[in-house]
């Protein structure tokens, strides 16, 4: 069985600067994808970040960036230049592409400081 | 183009009563889960569908949550009797098929049992 794990159940940063959560994951398959999702106090959960397993180049998207270690089953999660805005719960997530089933971490939250 | 919608967004119940949430999932999205989210930590899969089909419910309490997804579009989580430890949110989530991983959630509904 698949298992995620996020050993920072709390981050801080202060504004512009940048912060790194942590995440480690279990599984004996090959074939799947892990995720960074936000999960801002109004609730609804959103897409930050996607990367495939298949592809060792690392993911980007703006000010976020992941540092994916596959041997190591590490993904972790970069935030660039932070901003109010990002203050969040984040969860890392493992998809299985055999079976389709998405699993979450337990959750870091962040809190960016003015 | 809409996104998951969720119903009700708040309940409360006391022990031992009925509850019924609902999920209409975005247009032509396959595959539909259901999580348990209990405050301040991640969510848990309770059942995941493929179309109609349940493709994992071994994290569903059987002995009293149930949840269908007719015609493999709406679905129903319903718990009966409910228990003060099922006070949580209860997301819902929707991708579009095995192939294409992101998952798109809703707002959630936040149960409480007194």
């Known amino acids: 069985a698949q298992t995620v794990t996020q050993s920072q159940p709390e981050m801080s940063v202060q504004e512009a600067e940048t912060v790194t959560l942590s995440c480690t994951y279990d599984?004996?398959?090959?074939?799947?994808?892990l995720f960074w999702y936000k999960q801002p106090p109004s609730r609804q959960m959103i897409l930050v970040i996607r990367?495939?397993?298949?592809?060792?180049q690392n993911a980007t998207e703006n000010r976020f960036s992941v540092n994916f270690q596959k041997a190591a089953k590490s993904f972790s999660l970069k935030i660039s230049d932070s901003q109010l805005g990002d203050t969040a719960m984040y969860f890392c997530?493992?998809?299985?592409?055999?079976?389709?089933?998405?699993?979450f971490g337990q959750g870091t939250t962040l809190q960016v400081k003015p | 183009e809409a996104g998951v919608a969720q119903s009700p967004r708040y309940k409360i119940i006391e022990k031992r009563q009925s509850v019924a949430f609902w999920c209409n999932p975005i247009?032509?999205?396959?595959?539909l889960y259901w999580y348990q989210q209990i405050l301040g930590q991640g969510p848990k899969l309770l059942i995941q569908?493929?179309?109609?089909?349940?493709?994992?419910d071994s994290q569903l309490p059987k002995d009293r949550f149930s949840a269908e997804r007719l015609k493999g579009v709406d679905s129903t989580l319903k718990i009966q009797p409910a228990k003060l430890e099922d006070s949580a949110v209860y997301l819902c989530?929707?991708?579009?098929?095995?192939?294409?991983?992101?998952?798109?959630f809703g707002q959630g509904t936040r149960l409480t049992v007194v």
């Open positions: 989530a929707s991708s579009l098929d095995r192939e294409n991983t992101e998952a798109f």
């Open positions: 599984t004996s398959e090959n074939n799947y994808y």
């Open positions: 990367q495939e397993a298949y592809k060792q």
């Open positions: 997530a493992f998809y299985s592409s055999n079976t389709g089933k998405l699993i």
């Open positions: 247009s032509g999205h396959a595959t």
């Open positions: 569908f493929q179309n109609n089909g349940v493709v994992d």
